[in-house]
């Protein structure tokens, strides 16, 4: 069952004629919102997991991720999960992408509402860290603002969304990507990984706040005046997830829920980030809602999708949790592959076996974290070894032109010689016909 339903568990009587639509392979039906930064041609070219082309960041920078392939699947119960995906983004000079998935309950008008408002308060947020100083990489000013913009940008649309007379939330998980750099923010139970293939292990990228695994948020919720407990029937026995009142959510933070507001139930998100390295060709995004987790785990999924690409692995995921008896929720799975190059057909290796993780950083963790190298170090570090290949072959190049020349010039100098021994033969055989014509008068 939905653990966001603010209603008691009930027995369920529904049936599979209660499923309005099970996607079987891509959800085509998925119609991404039409937002400024986002064309319908890229739209629909992400919704059928076509290849979407995305602008180099940088001129001189010959190493990105300029291939994108966005694949959905859906099983639709309630109607209330939304996702975008939007695949070029502009700030100031720098182009990055976006990808969300909205997990409603108490209706969609939460979920809807993120999605026409997200991108819009993180460009906002970007901007409300002043003018970028003269001389600054802009893409070190992203990178160095987009943490706390993004934790700006929850509590502004969830502020703007707090203004309406409407009672309904949202779970939100968001990614932003810029080249190797991943950012991501999450408020709820509806998780993001990455999987960078190739002997790499997948990692969970958000956090989840559900009451029942969180002591830390449950000591949160009731330090703000909320109360947790087991929702009651009338014999008093304790059933289901532990829950906030008032409200009656599963979860502690979430975007909307006014009556959860009052207890203590936050739209500040955790935020994380992670550097793909360089020996990486691409990775994995896979968003999903509860619907998918409840069923699989991060290793389940990333060997479900593994040689798979983005429109078989959603379909792939989707049909696997509907597999999890009496799972009456929706499904949604948004599956993103980000590549160095359109020949990456299948970057993802069968697993297990399960390689090492790739570190998740926590920018607003209690941990001192060491600050990863600046966007502009590591564009240096790659234009630099680029350079370094681009000289190398062009010497090799010159080197093969000099040889290739000298064998010309010798090979030239012997047909020289070989004409000139067969002109003195020639010479020579023409001087001994006429001494022998010349013996023959006399």
């Not at 649309?157 to 309904?168: E, I, M, N, P, Y």
């Amino acid at each position: 069952a939905n653990t966001h339903d603010t209603h008691p568990p009930r027995a369920s009587t529904r049936g599979p004629q209660s499923i309005r639509r099970v996607s079987s392979s891509i959800d085509r039906a998925y119609s991404a919102p039409t937002l400024p930064h986002s064309s319908q041609a890229e739209a629909q070219a992400m919704n059928s997991g076509k290849d979407v082309h995305t602008p180099t960041r940088h001129g001189e920078d010959p190493v990105g991720y300029p291939v994108m392939r966005v694949a959905h699947s859906r099983k639709v119960m309630k109607g209330e999960d939304k996702s975008f995906a939007s695949p070029d983004v502009t700030w100031n000079s720098v182009h990055f992408s976006v990808f969300a998935i909205f997990d409603g309950h108490g209706g969609k008008a939460a979920a809807e509402h993120c999605v026409d408002s997200f991108v819009s308060c993180i460009l906002t947020a970007l901007d409300a860290g002043g003018p970028v100083a003269p001389g600054t990489d802009m893409e070190d000013a992203f990178e160095a603002r987009i943490p706390q913009a993004l934790v700006d940008a929850f509590e502004a649309s969830d502020q703007a969304f707090l203004t309406r007379d409407v009672h309904s939330g949202a779970t939100a998980t968001l990614v932003v990507v810029n080249g190797r750099n991943v950012t991501s923010a999450a408020v709820g139970d509806s998780l993001a990984t990455l999987d960078a293939g190739h002997g790499v292990q997948a990692v969970r990228l958000t956090a989840e706040h559900r009451l029942d695994t969180s002591s830390s948020e449950r000591a949160r919720i009731e330090a703000a005046g909320g109360e947790v407990r087991a929702t009651a029937f009338e014999d008093g026995q304790p059933v289901g997830p532990l829950r906030v009142w008032p409200g009656g959510l599963a979860v502690s933070r979430s975007m909307g829920d006014r009556d959860g507001k009052k207890a203590g139930v936050s739209s500040t998100p955790d935020v994380t980030r992670i550097l793909v390295p360089d020996t990486q060709p691409g990775f994995r995004l896979l968003l999903a809602s509860d619907g998918l987790w409840d069923a699989v785990t991060v290793k389940q999924a990333s060997a479900c999708g593994a040689k798979l690409g983005t429109g078989p692995a959603a379909a792939a995921l989707c049909k696997l949790a509907q597999k999890q008896k009496d799972n009456r929720d929706d499904i949604t799975v948004m599956v993103v592959d980000i590549l160095a190059s359109a020949e990456h057909k299948d970057p993802f290796q069968a697993k297990p076996p399960w390689g090492p993780k790739l570190s998740v950083l926590w920018p607003f963790g209690k941990k001192k974290i060491e600050a990863p190298p600046l966007a502009s170090e590591r564009r240096g570090v790659r234009i630099a070894a680029a350079e370094g290949e681009a000289r190398a072959a062009a010497e090799a190049t010159a080197n093969r032109a000099a040889a290739e020349a000298a064998a010309a010039v010798a090979a030239a100098a012997a047909e020289a010689e070989r004409s000139r021994v067969l002109l003195q033969l020639e010479e020579y055989e023409a001087a001994r016909n006429t001494d022998m014509g010349e013996e023959g008068e006399e």
